[in-house]
């Protein structure tokens, strides 16, 4: 199985740079994005001021065609002070799920704090929080919506592969065996610590994911980490922001920001629980303003069979050299259409 690439939108669908992105001065970063009937709701992160990974909100797009969007919603803005490690502050990676039990949204997002100790911005660790639709239906995916609290995660119990900035990402979704699992992100930027017992290739610098499953089958209790099949090493050094998406009863796709410049990772899983090795689509003849693929943001199936991928991209353009460095030129919502073939 593979993803074959059949068109890449020339343009963002979603630039920085214009009035659409009013007051977002570094771009967008992650997230999730689904179509419900016939309109396309993209949810992400807005990177909208210095400190430029510490001020930080979530915001909703909507679009009938899948390529004009239009500003819905800012989902949540926070205002945390960065510089107080006992507050969380900076929400990030929105990712949305419907539950058919509750016959609503929920969205989880990573809460992150500063480490102690650490005068830098972009020095996290990270707790899992959720909201929660106050209008049941598919239709409520805009909201409004209510704080749910934290996820039941354990954070003070992790398994040895995890890194110093603890959990940084969270996406929840059905296995085959009909029970809710979930993926969970790890890593030790910018401080390594190296993980116990585990093989150390490539570069120090580990971006890895787990899996959790629910200990009542819902969203809303316990989420126990799966020691046994940790860390899901799709990719050995590189695997960020993973969503997850079932293409029929016998097969899933997971889609997530490997570290590739004109590439998207993905891979597949018969149940959900045990993955394929990595595969990457590439994207050739890139545009300018697609510098580095960051975040995909799921697949969305289309009425032809086809799928749309909406994802995150940096654009490189950082003139006033602000820091971290690594992250030169957050930058647009990009879109390609894709097909699953043997």
């Known amino acids: 199985m593979k993803l074959e690439l059949l068109a890449l939108q020339p343009t963002p669908v979603v630039p920085k740079s214009t009035a659409l992105a009013s007051g977002v001065q570094f771009g967008f970063e992650g997230g999730t994005a689904h179509k419900v009937g016939e309109r396309y709701y993209v949810f992400t992160t807005e990177c909208v001021a210095e400190p430029k ?3 930080s909100r979530l915001a909703l797009y909507v679009s009938d065609d899948g390529i004009a969007f239009t500003h819905h919603s800012t989902v949540l803005d926070l205002h945390g002070d960065w510089r107080d490690p006992a507050t969380f502050w900076n ?3 929105p990712m949305v799920v419907f539950d058919e039990a509750l016959n609503r949204w929920s969205l989880f997002y990573v809460h992150y704090v500063r480490k102690p100790g650490s005068d830098q911005p972009y020095n996290m660790t990270g707790r899992m929080a959720r909201l929660d639709s106050s209008t049941l239906g598919r239709e409520g995916i805009t909201g409004p919506w209510v704080k749910a609290g ?3 995660l354990a954070d003070d119990q992790p398994d040895p592969w995890e890194g110093s900035c603890k959990v940084v990402s969270f996406y ?3 296995a085959a065996d009909g029970l809710w699992w979930g993926f969970y992100g790890s890593n030790n930027a910018p401080e390594f610590i190296p993980p116990h017992d585990l093989p150390q290739e490539g570069s120090a610098m580990k971006f890895w994911v787990g899996l959790a499953k629910s200990a ?3 969203l809303t209790g316990r989420w126990d980490r799966q020691t046994a099949l940790n860390p899901v090493l799709m990719d050995p050094d590189f695997m960020e922001n993973p969503v997850v998406t079932r293409l029929r009863e016998d097969l899933f796709i997971c889609v997530y920001d490997g570290g590739n410049t004109h590439g998207i990772s993905y891979a597949f899983s018969r149940d959900g629980v045990k993955w394929d090795a990595e595969q990457v689509l590439a994207l050739p003849d890139a545009p300018a303003w697609l510098k580095a693929i960051r975040t995909p943001l799921g697949l969305i199936e ?3 069979g086809s799928y749309t991928i909406f994802f995150t991209a940096f654009d490189g353009e950082n003139p006033e ?3 971290p460095l690594w992250h030169d030129g957050f ?3 990009g879109r390609c259409r894709v097909r699953v073939s043997d």
């Open 321 to 323: 050299g602000i820091v």
């Open 216 to 218: 009542d089958n819902t």
């Open 172 to 174: 929840p979704y059905k």
């Open 150 to 152: 934290l996820i039941d």
């Open 331 to 333: 930058g647009h919502l």
């Open 91 to 93: 929400p990030w990676s």
């Open 53 to 55: 990974t510490a001020a």
């Open 302 to 304: 289309e009425n032809d």
